[in-house]
């Protein structure tokens, strides 16, 4: 199996878990009132530290792919290769504002 096709079956169980803390997060920040805060708030910190790890994963598995490949961005014949890696980078810098946001949110 070669290094992209190794990354896609990696990012998939990455890519529900943050589906799944998403909707926790959604779900906890609608329904504050039915819930109760104390339930909200271990809610939200369960879903934001599912996001850490998943920000984890996918960061572990960019860079393993990154190095896997060591003329990726050098490489014309790699585009797709390089837009998953940069996409997914991208996507870690993402998560990792909205983890800082929410925890942020969640404390002040």
């Given at each position: 199996m070669g290094?992209?096709?190794?990354?896609?079956e990696n990012t998939k169980f990455t890519c529900m878990i943050?589906?799944?803390s998403l909707i926790l997060l959604i779900f906890t920040s609608a329904s504050t009132n039915m819930i109760g805060n104390k339930k909200t708030l271990l809610l939200k910190l369960f879903g934001i530290i599912i996001l850490c790890y998943a920000l984890f994963i996918n960061y572990r598995e960019t860079k393993n792919l990154v190095n896997s490949?060591?003329?990726?961005?050098?490489?014309e014949n790699l585009t797709k290769v390089r837009n998953n890696?940069?996409?997914s980078y991208i996507l870690c810098i993402m998560l990792l504002v909205?983890?800082?946001y929410m925890t942020y949110t969640l404390f002040f």
């Open positions: 290094p992209l096709q190794s990354f896609s943050i589906s799944i490949i060591p003329d990726i961005f050098i490489n890696a940069l996409l909205f983890v800082v």
